[in-house]
């Protein structure tokens, strides 16, 4: 599976974005997808992860109720919409998939390359 996220940008605190992962091949409902972040010098870190069917997800404490992540697997894309953003959220963003729904960085399989998001107060 190839995944490509884009979307990022400069935004100004309290702002969206939508970020977008679109995956190669045909086996893209067959993982887990998850979202992950990197802030400079910090470890990259676990955002949120959506199952297979897009019924259920799971964020990060620090996200909660502000990003929401959506699947279409028709389209072979997950989606990160993030809201009320906060200059701790600039960070480059990475989207991975996963056999497992999990927060685990180590068991996600392939990744993107990241997508950078600024966010300025």
């Known amino acids: 599976v190839q995944l490509q996220a884009f979307g990022g940008g400069s935004v100004q605190a309290g702002g969206s974005l939508r970020l977008s992962c679109a995956a190669s091949?045909?086996?893209?409902?067959?993982?887990?997808m998850g979202w992950f972040r990197q802030a400079p010098g910090k470890e990259r870190e676990f955002v949120g992860a959506i199952n297979l069917s897009g019924g259920s997800t799971t964020s990060a404490g620090s996200v909660k109720g502000r990003f929401t992540i959506s699947r279409d697997n028709a389209k072979n894309t997950v989606y990160l919409q993030m809201n009320s953003l906060k200059p701790e959220d600039t960070a480059v963003y990475y989207c991975a998939a996963s056999r497992s729904f999990t927060a685990r960085r180590n068991e996600y399989i392939y990744w993107g390359h990241g997508t950078e998001v600024t966010v300025s107060s």
């Open positions: 091949g045909r086996t893209f409902s067959s993982y887990v």
